[in-house]
């Protein structure tokens, strides 16, 4: 029995491929999500009723401390994207690059086909047709994901524009995006999430984890996207968008580019410590980015959420997000295997608070020994909440042709080497340096954390083709910019020997942005080094800051030793492209290599 959640003239491509879903997944009910409030409360209740895995869906969480706020744990397998069980499935699989992992997409399919068969008996299968972007933008998308998990549902309800408007646009229009989605029996051994860019399509099994089954976040805007960027002449990027507004009452537009787990939340919220100046928000983790109609490069934030790490958020560290957690208006927030302190229901997780609570469920459900050396809620615990309760959200967030950038800033996570931070000479420099921009991993992918990989412009895990032509592409749309923006590159994670962190981070991060805008509006002079354009230590605004002496000196300078391992690994890591990288990039790593050698 189908139950139409509104929409009465079901437009055919879509009603077909629900006709396939049904006849391959097998569910007991299928229901087409409207996007209406009472479908929210409808889906929480039914939420807090079910139980999956041997848990309770949804709880419900201090009503007066965190309005319209639910809890879930997930299974411990199931807790960060899986990079090694994504593959994208092109016909051809130098396509894909050794950045990807591939597979035939016959045999892809086939294997997927194989895990989905039935798989929704006795469940009810969640028809979410949904938009990536504004309404009627030219640069928007559609959607329509299946999904089994009512938590799924409702965090494509927080993360995208879901409902009838979505479907009125698909009507009839054979172009959009499909994701088959299957929490299956969460076994990590039947979990793939399959891409196929040339079908517009995705297969994802057996994990209800964000990134791997919210279909339209990285599979669709990113990986998916991507490829159609590079088809369209645009770029799909892991980025967020700040307005910088100064106290002349300017504003100006920044991306900015980390690795997973790597501070894009944090500075997409940022309030900076200095009277006078503001940051709005766009958003905090995908940007899509166009060359407008006068020749600059345009953003918009298809997402309308944010599904953020919850620990190390704080009053302290990011006020903004704390409001936005609290100031609930419309859509339910989620909160996923952080702690509970169960003395007022609420969700915890280190670093919201200096004292630890005494009475505490951990992220797997047992009582939190405060003694234990583990974290009581998990390290990429997260939340899901909606842009539209943030307080800093800019005004331009609706306009469908997005922001003109002004400033582009990549940074990742480094105890050593890289400087707070430097600034491309020109665009190509700018790609270059994106291009070698390394992190240390992060607990957002399974796998082992702290160790140093190349993840060029935060994309290693999302760029949906190969990453060579992506570089390429990245220095073409360069070459079609009238207005080129800066490039920035930035580290907030610098540590001393005794393993502190040796730059505050966080709201102090404003001091480098208030340096950013001097040197776009051309205030300030910059320091030509080996590496690129280094600030003038007293050009960065320290008023207030409680630095040891010689601290901002050291994270200014660069040490050629350093350096010179870390020109290894970048040949170490150019070498995996066989020789096909832009003979751009292989000239600025030889500049780069000649200039040290000159010192
Ligand atoms: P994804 O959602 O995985 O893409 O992550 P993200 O890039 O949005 O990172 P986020 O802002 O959520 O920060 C990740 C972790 O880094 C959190 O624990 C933050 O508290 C911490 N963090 C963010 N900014 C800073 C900073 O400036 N300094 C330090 N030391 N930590 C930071
Ligand atoms: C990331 O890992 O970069 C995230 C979380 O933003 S996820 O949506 O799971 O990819
Ligand atoms: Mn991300």
Same mark, same amino acid.
């Given at each position: 029995?189908m139950k139409?959640?509104?929409?009465?003239n079901?437009?055919n491509? $879509?009603?077909s491929f !629900?006709n396939?879903?049904?006849?391959l997944?097998?569910?007991?009910?299928?229901?087409?999500m409207n996007g209406?409030?009472h479908e929210?409360?409808n889906?929480?209740?039914?939420?807090m009723?079910?139980?999956? *895995?041997?848990?309770?869906v949804?709880r419900e969480l201090?009503t007066t401390?965190?309005?319209n706020s #639910?809890?879930?744990? %997930?299974n411990s397998n199931?807790v960060a994207?899986?990079?090694h069980?994504?593959?994208?499935?092109t016909?051809d699989?130098?396509?894909?690059?050794?950045?990807?992992?591939? $597979?035939?997409?016959?045999?892809a399919t086939?294997?997927?086909?194989n895990?989905?068969k /039935? %798989?929704?008996?006795g469940?009810?299968?969640y &028809?979410?047709p949904f938009?990536?972007?504004v309404?009627?933008s030219?640069?928007s998308k559609?959607g329509?994901?299946v999904t089994?998990?009512i938590?799924?549902?409702?965090? $494509?309800?927080i993360?995208?524009?879901?409902?009838?408007?979505?479907?009125t646009i698909?009507?009839n229009?054979?172009c959009?995006?499909?994701g088959?989605?299957?929490?299956? +029996?969460?076994n990590p051994?039947?979990r793939?999430?399959?891409?196929?860019?040339?079908?517009n399509?995705?297969?994802s099994f057996g994990?209800?984890?964000?990134?791997n089954?919210l279909l339209g976040?990285k599979? #669709?805007s990113?990986?998916i996207?991507?490829y159609m960027g590079?088809?369209e002449?645009?770029?799909a990027e892991h980025m967020?968008?700040?307005?910088v507004?100064?106290? =002349?009452g300017n504003? &100006?537009?920044?991306?900015g580019?980390f690795?997973?787990a790597c501070?894009k939340?944090?500075?997409?919220l940022l309030?900076p410590?200095?009277?006078?100046?503001?940051?709005f928000?766009?958003g905090d983790?995908?940007a899509w980015?166009?060359?407008g109609?006068?020749?600059?490069?345009?953003a918009i934030?298809p997402e309308?959420?944010f599904?953020?790490?919850a620990?190390?958020?704080s009053f302290k560290?990011n006020?903004? $997000?704390m409001r936005?957690l609290t100031?609930?208006?419309?859509?339910?927030?989620l909160?996923t295997?952080?702690?509970?302190?169960n003395?007022?229901n609420t969700?915890?997780w280190?670093?919201?608070s200096?004292?630890i609570?005494?009475n505490m469920?951990n992220?797997?459900?047992?009582?939190y020994?405060?003694? %234990?050396?583990?974290?009581a809620?998990?390290?990429n615990?997260?939340?899901?909440v909606?842009?539209?309760?943030?307080?800093?959200?800019s005004?331009?967030?609706y306009n469908?042709?997005?922001v003109p950038?002004s400033?582009?800033?990549?940074?990742?996570?480094?105890? *050593?080497t890289i400087?707070l931070v430097y600034?491309a000479?020109?665009?190509s420099?700018g790609?270059?340096?994106?291009?070698?921009?390394?992190s240390?991993?992060t607990?957002a992918?399974?796998?082992?954390v /702290?160790?140093?990989?190349r *993840?060029?412009?935060a994309?290693?895990?999302f760029?949906?083709?190969?990453? &060579?032509n992506y @570089?390429q592409?990245?220095?073409?749309?360069?070459k079609?910019l009238?207005?080129?923006?800066? !490039?920035?590159m930035?580290n907030? @994670?610098?540590? +001393?020997e005794q393993?502190?962190?040796?730059w505050?981070?966080?709201? =102090?991060n404003?001091?480098?942005?208030?340096?950013?805008l +001097?040197?776009?509006?051309?205030k300030? *002079?910059?320091?030509?080094?080996?590496?690129?354009l280094?600030?003038?230590p007293n050009?960065i =605004?320290?008023?207030g800051l409680?630095l040891?002496?010689g601290?901002?000196?050291?994270l200014?300078?660069i040490n050629?030793e350093?350096?010179?391992?870390e020109?290894l690994?970048? =040949?170490?890591?150019y070498k995996?492209?066989?020789?096909?990288?832009?003979?751009e990039?292989?000239l600025?790593l030889?500049t780069?290599?000649?200039?040290f050698q000159e010192k």
């Amino acid at each position: 029995m189908m139950k139409n959640g509104g929409i009465e003239n079901m437009c055919n491509q $879509m009603e077909s491929f !629900i006709n396939e879903m049904q006849e391959l997944l097998k569910p007991d009910k299928t229901y087409i999500m409207n996007g209406s409030q009472h479908e929210a409360e409808n889906l929480v209740d039914i939420g807090m009723k079910s139980q999956f *895995d041997d848990r309770l869906v949804l709880r419900e969480l201090n009503t007066t401390k965190f309005p319209n706020s #639910y809890y879930h744990r %997930s299974n411990s397998n199931d807790v960060a994207r899986t990079e090694h069980l994504t593959f994208v499935c092109t016909q051809d699989k130098n396509f894909a690059g050794c950045n990807n992992n591939w $597979m035939n997409p016959v045999i892809a399919t086939e294997k997927m086909i194989n895990l989905f068969k /039935g %798989s929704m008996k006795g469940r009810t299968m969640y &028809v979410i047709p949904f938009i990536m972007g504004v309404p009627g933008s030219q640069y928007s998308k559609t959607g329509v994901q299946v999904t089994d998990s009512i938590y799924v549902a409702l965090s $494509m309800r927080i993360m995208s524009r879901v409902g009838n408007e979505a479907t009125t646009i698909i009507k009839n229009s054979a172009c959009f995006f499909r994701g088959i989605h299957s929490v299956g +029996d969460v076994n990590p051994n039947r979990r793939f999430i399959m891409h196929f860019p040339e079908k517009n399509l995705v297969m994802s099994f057996g994990s209800g984890y964000g990134g791997n089954a919210l279909l339209g976040k990285k599979c #669709y805007s990113l990986r998916i996207g991507s490829y159609m960027g590079l088809k369209e002449n645009w770029l799909a990027e892991h980025m967020i968008i700040i307005g910088v507004q100064s106290p =002349d009452g300017n504003i &100006v537009y920044f991306l900015g580019a980390f690795p997973s787990a790597c501070g894009k939340t944090n500075l997409a919220l940022l309030e900076p410590i200095f009277k006078g100046y503001k940051i709005f928000t766009l958003g905090d983790d995908i940007a899509w980015l166009h060359i407008g109609a006068d020749g600059k490069l345009y953003a918009i934030n298809p997402e309308t959420g944010f599904f953020g790490v919850a620990p190390g958020t704080s009053f302290k560290t990011n006020p903004i $997000m704390m409001r936005t957690l609290t100031n609930n208006k419309f859509f339910p927030t989620l909160f996923t295997n952080t702690a509970i302190n169960n003395t007022d229901n609420t969700p915890w997780w280190e670093g919201l608070s200096d004292i630890i609570p005494s009475n505490m469920t951990n992220w797997q459900g047992y009582n939190y020994d405060l003694h %234990s050396c583990e974290p009581a809620a998990h390290p990429n615990s997260r939340f899901t909440v909606s842009i539209y309760n943030c307080p800093t959200l800019s005004q331009e967030y609706y306009n469908p042709n997005g922001v003109p950038i002004s400033g582009i800033i990549f940074g990742g996570r480094r105890s *050593d080497t890289i400087p707070l931070v430097y600034e491309a000479t020109n665009w190509s420099n700018g790609v270059f340096l994106a291009s070698i921009l390394g992190s240390e991993t992060t607990a957002a992918a399974s796998g082992k954390v /702290g160790c140093v990989r190349r *993840d060029p412009m935060a994309m290693l895990p999302f760029c949906g083709y190969n990453m &060579v032509n992506y @570089f390429q592409h990245w220095l073409n749309i360069g070459k079609q910019l009238k207005n080129i923006p800066k !490039i920035f590159m930035v580290n907030w @994670f610098r540590k +001393d020997e005794q393993g502190n962190f040796m730059w505050p981070g966080f709201r =102090d991060n404003s001091r480098i942005l208030k340096w950013m805008l +001097d040197r776009i509006n051309g205030k300030v *002079d910059a320091i030509e080094t080996e590496i690129g354009l280094l600030p003038i230590p007293n050009n960065i =605004d320290t008023d207030g800051l409680n630095l040891k002496p010689g601290i901002l000196h050291e994270l200014l300078s660069i040490n050629k030793e350093a350096w010179l391992k870390e020109i290894l690994m970048i =040949d170490e890591f150019y070498k995996t492209f066989n020789n096909k990288l832009p003979n751009e990039l292989k000239l600025n790593l030889q500049t780069l290599k000649r200039k040290f050698q000159e010192k």
